[in-house]
């Protein structure tokens, strides 16, 4: 046999209660309705008088409630107190709605006046339909007594029986408007935590995309940064954002700074200067094969540099005596403009091939025939490659320089001792330094002294 559960059970009581309830808002006899009706209006608006005061009186503490929290601790807008007081109004007032009187309260509360049970016996009588001659007088009783007690309901059932209930509602109205006019005492402490976090925010945005420009910054197929200064990086924006407070986080972003740096110094801090010298000097000439060099330069772009020198190396062949000189010694100046070995040999290595008719003097294999990244033993290839790995090195010392140029100013705005505004035009330059800009970020490797044209 199929057994019914017993919570089952006991819905199915709850939802036929419910039912039985609703009927019971409609009499079950006209007449008793008709002498009964002035205590209903009676007992209906006494009703929602106390309906009205329980919800407003909810409604004002849970206002005042949440305001006291709220001057405590702010982790909401001023009106969540106004949302409160209205949800518990609305929900006060739906539970009253939902239990209102019936006609069976009316009643009960016309035998609690004086009637003795004469009203309960005539309505259960209508409602079961009895039709013996007892019941019938009964009823009939029942319903002389309704009409006989209508006329003192006023008195007998005031719509409010104590005024003194309301007085709680004027004390929460004071205590709501006394909340609301007086200075709030930590006020200046919330202010201030929330613009420091509203900081740290901000600073934390433009540390991502610091981050996200020099994360993954490549010279000569090989990443710049470690994997675990990677790492470190990419947890930065959220470790400022998170900082307990603005020192906190200024810590970090200078932390951070200091380790670009570091690996701005091992990058080759000298590529800057030589690309830049390379660039003005070359500009300043006035062949048209050497301004495309200096163009060239400046794009920093691979390909543009290997084709201004295949485009000088074409040219070569075919020019005079004269021009080959000229072109040999604008090299060996140049050679004695930069600072690394390598971009040095190569440029010497070039010269020495334009004066011998475009043949690398040297072996095939020595030193003198190859650069970095070329993997031809022609000078001309030796040459695009030391010169394309020096602008890769130079902007990628430029990346790590104005990142680290940013972190610097967002970590002295968080300390107070920057400029609103330079936090940003750093972070601006981070990613448009060209390859041959001058000058290095502060906190970056120093400078050193530069090579005179004669220099080696």
């Known amino acids: 046999m199929f057994k019914i559960p017993g919570l089952v059970l006991k819905l199915f009581k709850k939802i036929k209660n419910i039912k039985i309830k609703s009927r019971r808002h409609k009499w079950p006899d006209r007449e008793l309705a008709e002498a009964l009706k002035p205590l209903a209006r009676r007992v209906t608006t006494r009703y929602w008088l106390e309906s009205a005061r329980l919800g407003l009186l909810w409604g004002l503490a849970a206002a005042t409630m949440v305001m006291a929290l709220l001057r405590l601790y702010p982790a909401a807008p001023a009106w969540t107190a106004a949302v409160a007081g209205l949800t518990a109004v609305l929900t006060v007032l739906a539970l009253r709605i939902w239990q209102r009187p019936d006609a069976l309260t009316v009643v009960r509360v016309a035998d609690t006046l004086g009637l003795n049970g004469d009203a309960v016996t005539a309505f259960r009588l209508f409602e079961n339909k009895a039709a013996d001659p007892w019941s019938r007088a009964a009823a009939a009783g029942g319903i002389d007594a309704g009409a006989r007690l209508a006329a003192g309901t006023r008195a007998a059932y005031p719509a409010v029986p104590h005024w003194r209930s309301w007085r709680d509602l004027a004390l929460l109205a004071v205590a709501l408007v006394v909340l609301q006019a007086l200075p709030d005492p930590l006020g200046a402490y919330w202010a201030e935590r929330r613009a420091e976090k509203q900081a740290l925010q901000a600073a934390a945005r433009e540390a991502d995309r610091v981050v996200d420009e020099v994360r993954e910054l490549e010279v000569a197929g090989e990443d710049v940064l470690p994997e675990e200064l990677k790492q470190r990086l990419g947890d930065l924006p959220r470790e400022v954002a998170r900082a307990a407070d603005r020192h906190d986080a200024a810590a970090k972003l200078e932390r951070a700074r200091w380790e670009l740096d570091g690996v701005r110094a091992v990058v080759d801090p000298s590529a800057r200067r030589d690309i830049k010298r390379l660039e003005e000097t070359w500009g300043r000439l006035g062949g048209e094969e050497w301004r495309n060099m200096a163009e060239a330069l400046g794009s920093g772009d691979e390909s543009d540099i290997h084709k201004a020198v295949e485009n000088l190396s074409e040219q070569m062949k075919d020019a005079g005596e004269e021009e080959r000189l000229e072109t040999a010694a604008v090299m060996f100046a140049s050679a004695g403009l930069v600072e690394n070995p390598e971009l040095r040999r190569a440029l010497r290595d ?71 505004g330079g936090a940003q035009m750093a972070g601006n330059n981070v990613g448009d330094n060209p390859a041959g800009s001058a000058g290095a970020a502060p906190g970056g490797a120093s400078s050193g002294n530069a090579h005179s044209p004669g220099g080696t």
């Open 350 to 420: 070039t010269a020495g091939a334009v004066l011998s008719g475009g043949r690398s003097p040297g072996p095939p294999g020595s030193g003198g025939n190859q650069g970095p990244g070329s993997r031809n033993p022609d000078a001309a290839n030796s040459l695009a490659g030391a010169l394309s790995g020096a602008a890769a090195t130079a902007s990628a010392g430029g990346a790590l320089g104005g990142a680290s140029a940013t972190l610097s100013n967002l970590a002295r705005d968080l300390s107070g001792a920057g400029s609103g």
